[in-house]
């Protein structure tokens, strides 16, 4: 009982925070390492080529998704919990929703005939459903959010993960189509809706379709910052890999999927804890100015403890990684592995950058770096996709994180928040040390999992015996 009191009701701020960041880690975890396998075995199983028209289809339809959206999300979320009276708008956001959805269907059906492969055309139609129907997902789970019910959030992306997971594994066994595969990630979106009508309809939450049009221009005027600074990032997340569509490089799309399924799988870790401190930073800023920055640094080193020797260590092991995960087939991508692993740092930092500006209510700050990052981007694919295709996208994604994280950093200086670098050294220590290991060769010829078990125990020993002579020794850091 006292097990269900803490995950399943919400008694107190404490136990309620807890309670939410339990739910959304284990969801987090599951959905994405599902969804990891899942795409490694697809892509073994497809090859290269039609691995290609799966993530060009996913790309190209990802830029139109946030035409379904425009921010909504998170206004929803503020405006349940800031005005009681939000409730009653409900209605006519649901029939919004619905209407964007269907929007960016037919939008980008249109746009699909703009594509000279006329393979990838029908898994594009699929795809546009999937946008559609995630709209509507994404509008319960607002209010599921909003409500403090992350547990039905959970439930909600683990039955899509779950069914998605199944049904493409079955089909890559039984019938190794790739629309087939595309029927699969339509049918766990269908699922998501169901489920999450079901809990609408058990909270007493599932709003009958209204239109009133004052209280929809008020919610688009209030989103439209959100959603100008998600089209700057799914800009820069996602046009790379239509570029290369578009200029018939399928097979480098597949090899470069590749690898940002490999980049999804490392960050898993850092979404955590972002999950886990952003409720934390965001009370402290609220009540105790010190305790908010003793949170972000906190934050930060915890972000480079991870960050530092999973980018150095991929570098150099990026051969292996990809020939045990993908197969000599997807060896191409081992460069470009190599040059997207090294903006891993900056990744996790932008992590801690854009938590610390929602939490102090600087969230338009997000808006200026996100579009000038996917300006940088755009300018960058333009200029080196043509030259070195896959390559040429993977240096432009990294040059353009790095970019990023630098206009965060001088912004937190600007805005007088301090990160504490001290700890840094016995990190660069253990790393460093971490690397010489890895380039000695001793483990070169076992299993790369071992390798990497190995390496980690290395970092990990040397990391606390440094900490632990640092601090004997009196040394500050």
Request: glycine share 6%; aromatic share 12%.
């Amino acid at each position: 009982m006292k097990i269900k009191n803490l995950l399943l009701k919400n008694k107190s701020l404490k136990q309620t925070l807890f309670k939410n960041t339990v739910w959304l880690s284990v969801s987090k975890v599951i959905t994405h390492i599902l969804t990891a396998i899942l795409g490694i075995f697809i892509a073994r199983t497809l090859g290269a080529t039609n691995y290609g028209l799966l993530g060009f289809a996913i790309s190209f339809t990802g830029l139109f998704s946030i035409l379904s959206e425009l921010g909504l999300h998170f206004i929803i979320i503020r405006e349940i919990n800031q005005n009681q009276n939000a409730k009653n708008d409900l209605g006519t956001l649901l029939s919004l929703k619905l209407f964007l959805g269907f929007l960016a269907f037919f939008i980008i059906i249109g746009c699909s005939f703009f594509i000279k492969n006329i393979e990838v055309r029908p898994l594009i139609i699929i795809f546009a459903a999937v946008t559609s129907l995630g709209s509507i997902t994404l509008f319960f789970t607002a209010i599921f959010r909003a409500l403090q019910k992350m547990e039905y959030v959970a439930l909600t992306e683990l039955v899509q993960a779950i069914m998605l997971f199944i049904g493409g594994f079955l089909i890559i066994v039984l019938n190794p189509i790739v629309t087939l595969v595309a029927y699969a990630y339509l049918l766990s979106s269908l699922l998501s809706v169901l489920v999450v009508v079901i809990v609408a309809k058990r909270l007493s939450i599932l709003p009958r379709l209204t239109l009133n049009l004052k209280v929809a221009k008020k919610y688009l005027s209030l989103s439209w910052p959100l959603a100008l600074s998600t089209v700057f990032t799914t800009i820069y997340v996602q046009i790379d890999s239509v570029m290369m569509g578009f200029r018939g490089m399928i097979t480098e799309v597949g090899w470069y999927q590749a690898c940002n399924k490999i980049m999804n799988i490392v960050i898993i870790p850092g979404g955590i804890i972002k999950t886990v401190f952003f409720p934390a930073i965001s009370l402290a800023y609220k009540e105790k100015k010190g305790y908010f920055q003793k949170n972000i640094n906190i934050f930060f080193n915890t972000l480079m403890f991870l960050a530092l020797p999973i980018s150095i260590g991929g570098f150099l092991l990026s051969h292996d990684i990809i020939l045990f995960i993908y197969g000599k087939n997807f060896l191409p991508s081992a460069l470009s592995l190599k040059i997207l692993i090294i903006s891993i740092i900056p990744i996790l930092f932008i992590m801690l950058t854009d938590s610390i500006f929602i939490a102090i209510r600087r969230q338009k700050i997000i808006i200026y770096t996100t579009g000038l990052t996917a300006l940088l981007n755009i300018i960058l694919n333009f200029i080196l996709i043509p030259r070195y295709s896959l390559y040429g996208a993977a240096v432009a994604t990294t040059i353009s994180y790095i970019f990023y994280f630098l206009l965060s950093l001088i912004i937190l200086k600007k805005i007088n928040i301090k990160l504490n670098i001290q700890p840094l050294a016995i990190i660069l220590i253990a790393t460093l040390i971490m690397a010489i290991f890895i380039l000695s060769g001793i483990t070169q010829n076992i299993n790369i999992i071992l390798q990497i078990i190995i390496a980690g125990f290395i970092y990990i020993l040397t990391f606390g015996l440094s900490k632990f002579i640092f601090n004997y020794t009196k040394i500050k850091y």
